[in-house]
């Protein structure tokens, strides 16, 4: 299990859930959903028409614990709400206790004694069961399994062993499409360098973060300042700082489009039917305003300084069924130079970012990579000789059930350059001063660059295995901010 970082925002809200899939298991023997007999906490309301897609948006806090239920490849086994919750999990045998809770009663009950043909009475844990979970007890990052045995019953409910599996054994062939915001309240935030302020607004007027401070609704802002060391093997000792803000409205995209063509039929004799599209991604609008000033002594390498890491774990609706985001983003500053310029400027920048991968028949997974941005400087000043690039960035990563998906890194720079040459004319036998004369010119430049890959880990949508992680590609924009002479 990932050890969390302590929570440092000021208000501990559930985090989101990102796919609600639910549903109580089926007696096999039986032929239709409306001759089984549901348990008493389950919805008997069955999914979407699958011509219609499901409807995809944050799961409410009532679902923060959510629990679905799908039995495929029989009759009635699609995805539906269930009281069935996921009482504790071990990642290390796979083994989950799976209890019930009845309407009028805040305690777990057993969900059944098992049959000795490895199934479970009507509306209890059987084998072939698919369990989607919100984040669970020794499952923070949600749970998606399947039942592979029932053990037998505990005090807290029955204890099964799962497998792995993947979003089609829940989706099938259903639909689905949306871009969901993340709540700023949800992040868990680890701060790695002393002044460091965190700050965020969400609706009712609840803010957190530094007094005057301000944030536009469902944002979230990071402020550093720091001194920049001189990296080792730098051409010169120096003195610079580092100063400003990143503001992120970070959302998860998310798509799946269910193709019964490319049904499927396992060795255990169950239907998977795959999905013909599927979209996984992290977008959202981006704000920065930070400055540079001094003589930087770096490197020609980048030397890579985080200085705040932050996690949540939204989970949407679709429809019926849950399914859980892992978001993490970190915030760093890189820089690289010569150790001879000297700077002091600052830059405004706004714009937007998305970044994912989306999978067709056709072509398989493919990346997604686009960012509009537009800057303006609010002060120049660059002098002496030399070259100088420092970067204001944030790292995503985002993953379905704790394996992440994509990883995307967005990093907007300045970048500093001066030439020139300096003469000194002494007049011969005489005492007066030398005429010093400096020419030359210098040029600043702002720019971004969003790079990342894709993971192996986006098979979890059931689509043919990713062989190595593919690249996002570089998409680089640069543009002028200020020049002048020396």
Request: with cysteine.
């Amino acid at each position: 299990m990932r050890k969390r970082p302590s929570r440092a925002l000021v208000p501990a809200l559930a985090a989101s859930a990102l796919f609600l899939a639910a549903g109580c298991s089926a007696d096999p023997g039986q032929s239709s959903a409306a001759a089984r007999t549901p348990d008493a906490g389950t919805s008997a309301t069955t999914t979407a028409n699958s011509d219609q897609p499901l409807a995809v948006a944050a799961a409410p806090a009532a679902a923060a614990t959510s629990t679905a239920v799908a039995r495929p490849g029989t009759a009635g086994g699609k995805a539906r709400k269930t009281s069935l919750k996921v009482k504790s999990y071990d990642s290390h045998t796979r083994r989950a206790v799976i209890s019930t809770v009845t309407k009028g009663t805040s305690s777990p009950s057993p969900t059944g004694t098992p049959t000795p043909a490895g199934t479970a009475t009507p509306g209890r844990t059987a084998v072939g069961d698919v369990i989607a979970s919100a984040p669970a007890p020794g499952a923070p990052d949600g749970l998606l399994a399947k039942v592979t045995k029932v053990i037998g019953e505990t005090a807290d409910g029955t204890e099964v062993q799962t497998a792995p599996t993947t979003l089609d054994t829940l989706l099938g062939d259903d639909d689905a499409k949306g871009t969901v915001p993340v709540d700023p309240a949800s992040f868990d935030v680890e701060r790695l360098l002393p002044d460091v302020k965190v700050s965020w607004a969400k609706t009712g007027d609840i803010h957190a973060g530094p007094e005057g401070t301000k944030v536009p609704l469902g944002s979230l802002r990071v402020d550093v300042a720091t001194k920049v060391a001189t990296a080792e093997g730098a051409p010169a000792s120096a003195d610079a700082s580092v100063s400003g803000f990143v503001q992120v409205k970070p959302e998860v995209d998310f798509s799946y489009g269910g193709d019964a063509s490319t049904a499927s039929t396992a060795s255990d004799g169950s239907t998977a039917s795959g999905p013909g599209a599927a979209y996984l991604g992290v977008s959202g609008d981006w704000t920065s305003q930070w400055a540079l000033k001094g003589r930087a002594g770096a490197t020609a390498k980048p030397v890579r300084l985080p200085f705040a890491k932050l996690h949540a774990d939204p989970v949407l609706q679709v429809g019926p069924i849950p399914v859980v985001v892992n978001l993490d983003l970190t915030c760093y500053f890189e820089i690289s130079g010569d150790g001879r310029v000297t700077v002091d400027v600052e830059q405004d920048l706004k714009g937007d970012f998305k970044a994912g991968g989306t999978f067709g028949t056709a072509a398989g997974w493919t990346p997604v990579n686009e960012s509009h941005m537009d800057s303006s400087p609010v002060r120049t000043s660059v002098t002496t000789a030399g070259s100088v690039k420092a970067a204001l960035g944030a790292q995503a990563t985002v993953g379905l059930y704790g394996a992440v998906g994509v990883t995307a890194d967005l990093g907007p720079y300045l970048r500093g350059e001066a030439a020139g040459t300096v003469t000194a004319t002494t007049p011969v036998g005489s005492g007066a001063k030398s005429d010093v004369a400096a020419s030359g010119s210098w040029a600043l430049y702002g720019g971004l660059d969003l790079s990342g890959t894709l993971q192996i880990q986006l098979a979890i949508f059931g689509t043919p295995v990713i062989q190595h992680a593919i690249p996002l590609g570089t998409l680089h924009r640069e543009w002028k901010l200020a020049d002048g002479k020396m």
